[in-house]
């Protein structure tokens, strides 16, 4: 059960350690088209991590999520420091405003920053708590226009809203979805889900995968079957 296309998935690398990370990032990468250092493991191991991963998969994109949220300027000298790592998604928050949002890309011209609109954990209720106008549709709507218009050149949203933020920005901006999980797999932390499929389906062009593949007892041939299963033709 193997494809010879790259899935459009980026693997969610939340490992306790670096070795643990490239044995990930070298079982999947001729499998899928992305890896994801997120803020365990960059906190942990730095641009070691990044450099590891990408060479330990075969030169896969990196999705560095640090989820960058500052005044502008932190922020724009945060994108520096990471630029020649040369990521292909850097993402930072669109709470931020868009004069961070902008700021960042304009620290990243030769990426995608990558604007984080509500995260997927978050559930109606908690959006009425932290006091974000809702419902979640509305305000991952308002944020994603906002972080376009500021220069995001990517979105991160819920599968439950991509078809709506699909819409509002147009065909030229990425959608990343976490938030996936295959039919019957655990939810965990996440509130806001769907299938892959039905992420691709709704006009998703990157889905969030993690704990599917990284904890399967054989995560090379858990990214080959979600592989299989979203090639054009299997869906």
């Known amino acids: ?11 969610a690398l939340d490992a306790p350690d670096l070795e643990t990370a490239v044995a990930w990032a070298r079982a999947a990468g001729p499998h899928v088209r992305t890896l994801k250092v997120g803020l365990e493991l960059y906190l942990r191991c730095g641009r070691e991590a990044v450099e590891a991963v990408r060479s330990a998969s075969g030169g896969r994109e990196v ?4 989820k960058l949220h ?7 000298g945060a994108v520096r420091s990471v630029a020649d790592l040369a990521p ?4 930072v928050h669109a709470a931020g405003g868009p004069a961070m949002v902008r700021a960042a890309a304009e620290a990243l011209p030769a990426g995608r ?16 708590r932290i006091g974000l106008a809702g419902p979640a549709l509305d305000a991952v709507r308002r944020l ?17 809203e991509v078809l709506a933020v699909r819409e509002e920005v147009g065909p030229d901006i990425v959608l990343v979805t976490p938030g996936v999980r295959p039919a019957g ?11 892959p499929e039905q992420a691709l389906a709704d006009g998703a062009d990157l889905l969030v995968i993690g704990r599917p593949i990284t904890g399967a007892a054989d995560p090379g041939q858990a990214a080959a079957g979600l592989a ?6 299997a869906r």
């Open 70 to 76: 500052d005044i502008p300027n932190t922020v724009a």
């Open 113 to 128: 920053v990558t604007a984080v609109t509500v995260l997927t954990s978050l559930s109606a209720q908690d959006l009425d």
């Open 63 to 66: 999705f560095l999520d640090l």
């Open 88 to 91: 292909d998604y850097l993402t």
């Open 144 to 160: 994603a226009a906002l972080s376009v218009a500021a220069g995001a050149r990517a979105l991160v949203c819920s599968p439950q």
């Open 1 to 11: 059960m193997t494809s010879t296309t790259p899935a459009p998935i980026a693997v």
């Open 185 to 195: 797999a655990a939810l965990g932390d996440q509130a806001r889900v769907a299938t």
């Open 228 to 233: 299989a299963a979203l090639a054009p033709g």
